[in-house]
């Protein structure tokens, strides 16, 4: 039996459960230990000795999971380049009975790659001894190569039979622990949602500077090189550097720290390999616990397991206001608070921090009607909510296809052009969580104070499905740092789809750019009738317009042709897939690109138009005072000193990256707010919460 102290310290640890259908009943020390009951099994996972060697370098990244009747309970964190690795981790399990031995297997962690087995041990329950701690020390074998010698894990191991009241309170905490363990086993792919925390508390910068003197690994002795990063579940890929050994990469990325005291990041690097997989050039890593904060660190580092060097800046700075409360506690509600927000964003302070562009709160209420994912024809829904990387979630309600959630969600705005994404899941244990629904929402297009009910779109954002959901969102925002972040490039999302061969997103790009280029020739026969002078009005002002015209020197950037290579019939299939993928995508790029063009004249976001207009009035002003000739001095000597002046400042086009804020046409459709049922439409008031 166990005392009320003992029981709340076991519920500090994290107690994963072992989910079986089974007959009630008491146990005992008199009962044997094979037959139905309800045990606590406390373990500290040691160490490891001598196990196996599994990388290049004689050494291996291991980590140990333990599975009960064929399912995860726990999985250790990973110690790195270590064959003697101390863990000192505990678990409390608790189990429904004692026939289904504990499964101790050990992989070796490989990012980017499968993780390699290190072997595996048996523990049997049924021979420990109640209520006394035992020390277990547990030979790795593989069952392919019983004779080889692969180490030892130790453990220590308590087992404790659940009684009486005590059993009761332990089917309390077995209720209330079943909800974090199902997150736990599902995979929803998203950056750290399901830790304990769902906040990060921290902001890790990277700029990835360049490459030099990496290893060739293609027959003309260069590489087609690029970088993968990864701190947990978080994940960045670089751009692809072609036929190059010193690439130059110039690319920021940011990731999320859910810990204080930092962790590992780890980097590879890679050579693109069309139609094979892709080569290994080498790794390296960065250990943050290592790093000040508020500070940039330039590193070097050497790629281990291969060739060259790594050069990136790190700064690690504290979190911004990212937080989860509830709707009964909402602290915006306070007056003071509501004040310092409005004057944190207001226009005195415009060069006060350019990347705090804006406040978001998002009032997740409740939803209404939503799909039946489950057989007994109801659904386990859940919320989250998502500005860029910012990822977090509501608790699940269970069995409710109408569930309620009353949570309030604030972010920072780091670019008032970004889309607020809520989706809707059915949470699952023994599967991936089920998608029930999503609306993506511009942050432009937000009314504030005002609660709606949105129509829940399927995965594509195309069409709706069913269920609505009711959000209540403010924006707060300094027009004038909107405006200024609006020319540097958008922010790089971590998590995103692969990009797949589709015949009808391939049709759908090529009647999107078959409509730009008769935009384009109608417009060609429009000039060349000028030039017939069939309108002589419009023809003496198109003369007029050429006479003061003047010559624009064009750039062709000639792309030298793919050196043919004897491939195999399976390589020559991969080669036609990516060949199309490719057009598909560059089919998309220039459909977006007129379509974004349209889109600014055409009024699509009124604040990119009005921006245009006052940008070409300023620039108009300027033109009439200066004359060009020193315009263009000025703007060359700015290009060519900007490396000189700023070494690792990212390239970036200015009318691009305006353009990039833009939406295309098929975005315009994806953000399109459908019209809900009359029956959902909720009663519509102001709320003086964030003016």
């Known amino acids: 039996m166990l005392d009320s102290c003992k029981l709340k310290s076991a519920c500090n640890l994290p107690v994963i459960y072992n989910k079986k259908i089974h007959t009630a009943g008491t146990s005992n ?17 040691k160490r490891g000795q001598s196990l196996a060697a599994r990388d290049r370098g004689g050494t291996s990244d291991p980590y140990v999971k333990f599975k009960i009747g064929g399912k995860e309970v726990f999985r250790s964190k990973i110690i790195h380049k270590n064959l003697n690795p101390v863990w000192e981790e505990k678990a409390c399990l608790l189990v429904d009975h004692l026939r289904e031995p504990l499964y101790i297997k050990v992989f070796d962690y490989d990012f980017g790659l499968q993780d390699d087995f290190m072997g595996s041990a048996f523990l049997d329950l049924t021979q420990l001894e109640l209520n006394r701690p035992t020390d277990v020390t547990l030979t790795l074998k593989d069952p392919h190569y019983p004779d080889h010698d692969l180490g030892t894990i130790l453990l220590s191991v308590i087992l404790t039979p659940k009684e009486g009241e005590h059993r009761d309170v332990t089917m309390l905490m077995r209720k209330s622990w079943k909800r974090s363990s199902k997150l736990q086993t599902q995979s929803l792919r998203l950056s750290d949602v399901h830790r304990k925390s769902h906040l990060w508390r921290g902001i890790v910068s990277i700029t990835l500077i360049e490459g030099r003197d990496l290893k060739a690994m293609d027959s003309n002795g260069l590489s087609d090189p690029y970088v993968k990063f990864r701190l947990g579940h978080q994940k960045y890929k670089s751009k692809i550097m072609p036929k190059t050994l010193n690439p130059q990469w110039r690319e920021q990325f940011d990731f999320h720290l859910y810990e204080e005291r930092g962790g590992i990041i780890d980097i590879t690097a890679w050579d693109k390999d069309a139609g094979k997989r892709d080569d290994f050039i080498g790794r390296c890593q960065i250990d943050l616990s290592a790093l000040s904060r508020e500070q940039t660190h330039k590193l070097e580092l050497q790629l281990e397991e291969g060739e060259g060097h790594l050069v990136l800046l790190v700064t690690l700075t504290a979190s911004a206001t990212v937080s989860i409360s509830d709707l009964s506690i909402n602290s915006l509600e306070d007056q003071k608070e509501r004040e310092e927000i409005l004057r944190r964003y207001s226009p005195l302070r415009i060069f006060h921090n350019l990347k705090d562009v804006g406040f978001l709160q998002v009032k997740v209420i409740r939803a209404e009607g939503l799909m039946a994912a489950d057989v007994t024809g109801k659904s386990d829904p859940f919320c989250v909510v998502e500005l860029n990387n910012d990822r977090l979630l509501t608790h699940t309600v269970y069995k409710n296809l109408n569930p309620e959630w009353n949570k309030v969600f604030s972010f920072n705005i780091k670019d008032i052009h970004s889309v ?4 809707v899941y059915d949470e699952d ?17 937000i009314q504030n104070g005002e609660q709606k009910a949105y129509v829940l779109k399927n995965k594509q954002l195309t069409g709706p499905t069913k ?11 300094n027009a004038v740092k909107a405006s200024l972040r609006t020319l540097i490039p958008k922010e790089q999302k971590y998590i995103e789809e692969e990009n797949r061969l589709s015949k009808q997103l391939l049709l759908r790009n090529f009647i999107r750019m078959k409509r730009c280029v008769m935009v384009l020739v109608n417009a060609a026969y429009y000039v060349n009738s000028c030039f017939d002078w069939a309108s002589p009005p419009r023809s003496l002002a198109a003369f007029v317009v050429v006479e003061d015209m003047l010559e624009d020197e064009e750039e062709e950037d000639d792309k030298d042709d793919k050196d043919s290579e004897k491939k195999g019939f399976i390589n020559k299939i991969y080669a036609i897939q990516e060949v199309c993928i490719s057009v598909q995508n560059i089919l998309d790029e220039v459909a977006s690109f007129g379509e974004r063009i349209k889109n600014t004249f055409n009024w699509t976001v009124p604040f990119l138009s009005w921006l245009a207009i006052v940008a070409l009035c300023a620039f108009t002003v300027i033109l009439y005072f200066i004359p060009l000739r020193y315009i263009v001095l000025v703007w060359g000597i700015n290009k060519f000193t900007k490396k000189l002046r700023s070494p690792y400042a990212i390239d970036n086009n200015e009318l691009l990256d305006f353009l990039s804020r833009v939406p295309s046409d098929v975005q315009v459709v994806q953000y399109q707010e459908l019209k809900p049922d009359p029956s959902h439409s909720p009663c519509k008031r102001k709320k003086n919460n964030l003016g």
Do not use: N
């Not at 020390?29 to 996972?45: E, K, N, R």
């Open 429 to 445: 244990r023994d599967r991936s969580a089920d998608f029930l629904g999503k609306v993506a929402i511009p942050l432009l297009s």
């Open 467 to 477: 269920g609505v959901i009711y959000l209540e969102i403010d924006v707060i925002f």
């Open 29 to 45: 020390a008199d009962v044997p230990l094979a037959d139905p009951g309800m045990y606590q099994l406390d373990i500290t996972l």
């Open 420 to 423: 607020l994404e809520v989706t």
